[in-house]
């Protein structure tokens, strides 16, 4: 059996998907998303940046690819020859556990030389893990410190530290003393459950399985089991205590008193996951229990807008800023597409922003999330537009996810636009589209300057103004009937 340090990143990650990984019918595996192709060559982009920057005289192991063993014994070699800086190299470790054969895999973007006795000589190597990611994850130094162990075993002692790359070419270095000890207690976990072949139970978290290969296997085993993750505010920790009191289905939930519920998780959390099964199992809406006696202040007026924007996260740049102004006086909906065909345009669509929003001084401005607010603010600093001039917008804005979530429960999976606007009757014009996806298709106009990929994003950008206008004007009926 084969262990490797992307197999153990998975099970720290999800367990369920190391089991499927290894075990796992492939054809039941979702077709590779745009998004994470895009996000492997950036993170290949990065490595490569770090490589000449820093590491330009770096060797690489040479040996068939498909042959790990044959990798390793190139990677100790080079070790043994002394040399600074190894890229790529494959460090093996066979290891008995509970009478099977396990060999323990690691490739560490870099093995490192410096200073120190080794059974090499006078030197010892120390591993770089390079990420995309802008801060230090507990699962980089739980891989840092997997790879430190298996480079132990190879040059007979433990590398002084462990080195992590990110995005902006900040190092951070892992103390391995606290580290390995909690690597070896996860891999001792995940080993046991390879060897014993327990697959792990479901559990859909958002966040974590929205970009997931097994996302539509385990999803609809979710679905059809009626699973308790599948309710807005379940964490892993609230699920354990469910069980504790014997509340296996959503039914069960429902109908279980909050004060039961509350002695182990809190009586107001209690609540709210009571009252949320309770409007999954009627699908209906309910008033919170702990909003308060008076509605929030959703404005109605003549004239409204309703603003969305689609971002390039890895450019900094927000690209699009779509806005349809709603006129109830004459009942005409007219949709702003602000876009930046090219990067540098970004100064113009925040100037046109501002021109058009304040062509209605007094009108609200409706959005879905804290983005687009914060983006207010940062393209006001970008291009040193006024503070005088700014404050009055932001006066103007009415998030109405704070809204939803505040006064409002639903019977949806999620709080997102798309969850909320489905289940009051919007759908989008391309189905299956999401933010992420339109990350990609920037990126492609960018770079075939084909006016297909511009199309679908003002569609989807389009939609999801409008989604915020059904929205608004569900929970304007919603609070004026309750």
């Not at 192709?37 to 060797?59: G, N, T």
């Not at 790359?165 to 976990?189: A, G």
């Not at 990350?439 to 994003?457: H, M, P, S």
């Not at 989604?467 to 004007?473: D, E, G, I, V």
Request: a negative charge; one cysteine or more; glycine letters at 4%.
């Amino acid at each position: 059996m084969l262990l490797t340090d992307a197999l153990l990143l998975d099970y720290k990650r999800c367990q369920r998907r190391a089991f499927l990984n290894t075990y796992g019918n492939r054809q039941q595996q979702d077709p590779e998303r745009d998004f994470l192709l895009k996000l492997r060559q950036e993170s290949q982009i990065h490595v490569e940046k770090v490589l000449l920057e820093f590491y330009p005289d770096y060797q690489r192991p040479e040996a068939d690819l498909s042959n790990p063993k044959a990798l390793a014994q190139a990677t100790e070699v080079l070790m043994l020859e002394g040399v600074s800086c190894i890229y790529h190299g494959v460090l093996l470790r066979s290891h008995s556990f509970q009478g099977h054969s396990i060999d323990l895999l690691g490739t560490p973007h870099l093995l490192i030389k410096q200073p120190g006795q080794s059974k090499f000589g006078d030197w010892q190597y120390y591993s770089t893990s390079i990420q995309l990611g802008r801060r230090p994850k507990p699962e980089y130094k739980m891989i840092a410190a997997y790879h430190a162990d298996l480079l132990m075993s190879i040059q007979g002692v433990t590398p002084k530290t462990a080195q992590i790359i990110l995005r902006r070419h900040h190092p951070t270095f892992v103390e391995l003393d606290i580290w390995i000890p909690r690597m070896q207690e996860t891999l001792f976990d995940c080993m046991e459950m390879l060897v014993k072949k327990q697959e792990p139970e479901v559990f859909i978290s958002r966040q974590r399985c929205s970009l997931c290969h097994w996302h539509t296997h385990c999803y609809t085993i979710a679905q059809s089991q009626q699973h308790l993750s599948l309710v807005p505010g379940i964490t892993p920790n609230r699920y354990e205590s469910l069980q504790t009191l014997g509340v296996f289905t959503v039914e069960a939930l429902a109908a279980t008193s909050p004060n039961n519920l509350g002695e182990l998780i809190g009586l107001e959390v209690a609540s709210q996951l009571q009252q949320q099964a309770q409007s999954i199992v009627e699908n209906r809406a309910f008033r919170k229990h702990n909003s308060s006696k008076h509605w929030p202040n959703i404005p109605n007026s003549p004239i409204e807008f309703y603003f969305d924007i689609e971002a390039e996260p890895e450019q900094n740049l927000d690209y699009l800023l779509g806005v349809l102004r709603v006129n109830h006086l004459d009942n005409t909906q007219i949709f702003y597409p602000l876009l930046a065909e090219k990067t540098e345009d970004e100064k113009i669509i925040w100037q046109n922003f501002l021109k058009l929003v304040n062509t209605d001084p007094k009108a609200p401005i409706f959005h879905f999330s804290e983005y687009e607010v914060e983006t207010i603010k940062r393209l006001a600093y970008l291009y040193g537009t006024p503070v005088s001039e700014i404050y009055p917008i932001l006066a103007r804005c009415v998030d109405l996810h704070q809204k939803v979530t505040q006064f409002v429960t639903l019977p949806v999976e999620s709080y997102s636009l798309k969850s909320l606007a489905n289940w009051i009757g919007f759908h989008w014009r391309d189905q299956g589209v999401s933010g992420d996806q339109c990350v990609c298709w920037y990126d492609q106009w960018l770079k075939t300057g084909d006016r297909n990929f511009l199309e679908a994003i003002l569609r989807y950008n389009e939609d999801d103004c409008r989604a915020t206008f059904h929205l608004k004007n569900w929970m304007s009926h919603f609070f004026l009937d309750s």
